[in-house]
């Protein structure tokens, strides 16, 4: 295979040697036409036709001390590797310091500028539905990895083989819901959250949704308890004591209210209490199912009639499992993060070295929301199945919680925390999320600290980086105007003033696309699989008296087996830990700058620190929490 490509008026030619004894290496040999190498800027090599029946990677180019030595420019120079196909539409540019550069620094600016302009035609920004975050328009080519699609589409195909060999008869008793489980569907490691009030509060803390208690400082007028009500849940404590000694939390999932949903079906829009009791365990003690107050919209106790309080927890918890599926996980890790991918990718040069960051953290972005649309979203697709907002709630959700999404607050953890009252240990002992989460978010935020000040010696520097600045001003734009549209962006009249503000965009993306999507999707499979502990559709309709219920009324209200089988495929999938490299290892080496790798490296060796900890702390938790351990955590959105 021969390969032909020019550098302005420097032009080369190689030819591809198949390595003795191998079917799989080669080499490719340079040989240039002209000795004018004051104008070769960089080396772009292009597969084409017949070339794309060849699986092959590129590690290096090498000059040959010949050709160099009297121009000074002997050595080797990096080529970006990739274990997958490099298709006919990619090419891979090699540089003397590894296609790294600001662009005030290049030099050769204006081919620069035009190589991003033609890049810019291929992102372009569209809404799949009125109102939500920003995506693609159409998924480049060079984005498109079949082979990720064909291997989950496969997995479906398994699983709902088995569930349909299966006789999906109806449930009979809770016993007979937990022989559910066999070779295809293991047992989830827990069971019984439903019956448990302890387990019920630890959900929000080290469930899939975590990020949505918060202190409760003052009751919410909607929230129809009485001093009188609350005392026997309160221990020692009065109901204003309590307030005050800061042992009360509140989620109010006032979101919800009118959310369409699919048909049959109700989501409420609940309000919880919880209390920090004497041994520090967070437990629910009034759920309310509806916003408004009303004769028929009681609020529920633990000294309610056993299966009354439990179906309550059950509602409560299906119009979680709603919240998480579609803003917490959909909206608010892939959607909004796939606009950042397309807005680097329209402003930065693949040279730029925040381009180099990032990109490794938006690898399968673009390809798994484009597969998610069509397999989860469609018509009478996963959502509209077994999800009880269904594909229009989704979209209704993500578009209402655009408004109050800030990634400075949201979607940066340290603030997020701290706005919701929960960041000390003081005020919640037991944080599984929070604990993990924040090791790792600590261990980003000094890689892109350090990683920045490399490039960036000085605030002056970054202003006079006009690639960063357009990326800085397209970022909260309005999206009428061309822009995401993205609220609490740091910086100033759409600029960055300081390093500290590029530092802080980076670090919450960085940590979204892998920390932040490890919490919402990895444990869905353990939560979801038993269809009490976390139900992500109910039938039937929410009580609206506190009456004594019993086991039945709990089995007639979870969906039937068939769905919930599909319900189990779809999160087994989901949860899987097989695409991709872990955090820190990256898929595609985008960094090649010696200092920069160097820089890497020192992140792989904290990330393994981190790994210690919190191994050691699970060691001695009551309930492991293994989800946000390094080596499980993926360095992008690819699942």
């Not at 109901?239 to 919800?256: N, S, T």
Request: glycine share 4%; proline share 5%.
């Amino acid at each position: 295979m021969s390969l032909t490509g020019h550098e302005d008026d420097v032009h080369f030619k190689a030819t591809f040697e198949q390595v003795e004894g191998s079917r799989s290496k080669g080499v490719i040999t340079l040989t240039i036409d002209t000795p004018n190498w004051e104008k070769v800027n960089g080396i772009e090599l292009w597969k084409h036709k017949e070339g794309d029946k060849i699986t092959w990677t590129v590690e290096k180019v090498t000059m040959d001390e010949t050709l160099a030595v009297e121009q000074s420019l002997l050595g080797v120079y990096p080529i970006t590797p990739t274990k997958q196909e490099v298709y006919s539409s990619i090419a891979w540019c090699a540089k003397h310091d590894g296609c790294t550069s600001l662009p005030q620094c290049d030099p050769d600016q204006e081919k620069r500028k035009r190589k991003l302009l033609r890049t810019r035609k291929l992102y372009e920004y569209t809404q799949r539905s009125p109102g939500i975050p920003c995506q693609v328009r159409k998924v480049p080519d060079n984005h498109t990895l079949h082979y990720l699609s064909a291997a989950i589409q496969q997995k479906l195909l398994e699983h709902n083989s088995a569930i349909w060999n299966k006789h999906c008869r109806p449930w009979k008793t809770a016993k007979d819901v937990a022989h559910i489980y066999g070779c295809v569907f293991q047992q989830p490691s827990d069971i019984t959250r439903w019956e448990d009030d302890v387990k019920f509060g630890l959900q929000r803390f080290a469930g899939t949704n975590n990020t949505m208690i918060r202190l409760c400082t003052e009751l919410p007028e909607k929230l129809q308890v009485t001093p009188k009500m609350l005392k026997p849940f309160l221990g020692k404590y009065t109901l204003d004591k309590a307030l005050k000694k800061r042992r009360l939390f509140v989620v109010d999932h006032a979101i919800l209210e009118r959310c369409p949903t699919v048909l049959n079906t109700t989501v409420c829009s609940p309000i919880a209490l919880f209390y920090r009791d004497k041994r520090d365990r967070i437990v629910p003690i009034a759920i309310q199912l509806f916003q408004e107050k009303a004769e028929d919209n009681p609020v529920f106790l633990p000294s309610d009639d056993k299966y009354t309080w439990i179906i309550a927890k059950m509602w409560f918890n299906n119009a979680d499992a709603c919240v998480h599926q579609a803003i917490t996980h959909l909206g608010y890790t892939h959607i909004v993060m796939e606009g950042f991918e397309v807005a680097v990718y329209r402003n930065l040069s693949k040279s730029h070295p925040m381009f180099k960051l990032m990109a490794p953290h938006f690898m399968y972005l673009m390809t798994i929301n484009n597969l998610a649309l069509d397999l989860l979203l469609g018509p009478g697709k996963y959502f509209d199945t077994v999800v009880s907002v269904g594909t229009k709630g989704a979209y209704e959700l993500i578009k209402r919680y655009r408004t109050k999404w800030r990634l400075n607050v949201d979607g940066t953890l340290p603030a997020d925390l701290k706005e919701r009252g929960v960041d000390s240990p003081e005020i919640v002992p037991n944080y599984p999320f929070r604990d993990d989460a924040l090791l790792t978010y600590n261990a980003i935020l000094q890689y892109v600290t350090d990683y920045v000040h490399l490039y960036y010696p000085s605030d002056d520097m970054l202003n006079g980086d006009y690639e960063i600045q357009c990326w800085r001003a397209e970022l909260d734009r309005p999206i009428e105007q061309g822009g995401l549209g993205i609220m609490g962006v740091e910086g100033v009249d759409g600029r960055f003033t300081s390093r500290d503000q590029l530092i802080q965009v980076v670090t919450s993306i960085i940590y979204t696309c892998s920390v932040g999507h490890a919490a919402a999707n990895f444990k869905q499979y353990d939560e979801y699989a038993f269809p009490m502990n976390y139900p992500s559709l109910l039938r039937g309709r929410p009580p609206s008296d506190k009456k004594r219920r019993t086991e039945s009324d709990v089995i007639e209200i979870i969906q039937d087996r068939a769905n919930h089988y599909q319900l189990m495929t779809i999160t087994k999938i989901l949860s899987d830990h097989s695409y991709g490299n872990p955090l820190g290892d990256f898929d595609e080496n985008f960094i090649t700058d010696p200092k920069a790798l160097n820089l890497v490296k020192e992140f792989r060796a904290k990330l393994d620190e981190v790994s210690e900890t919190i191994n050691e702390s699970n060691e001695i938790r009551e309930t492991r929490y293994d989800y946000l351990e390094p080596s499980k955590i993926s360095n992008s959105i690819n699942i």
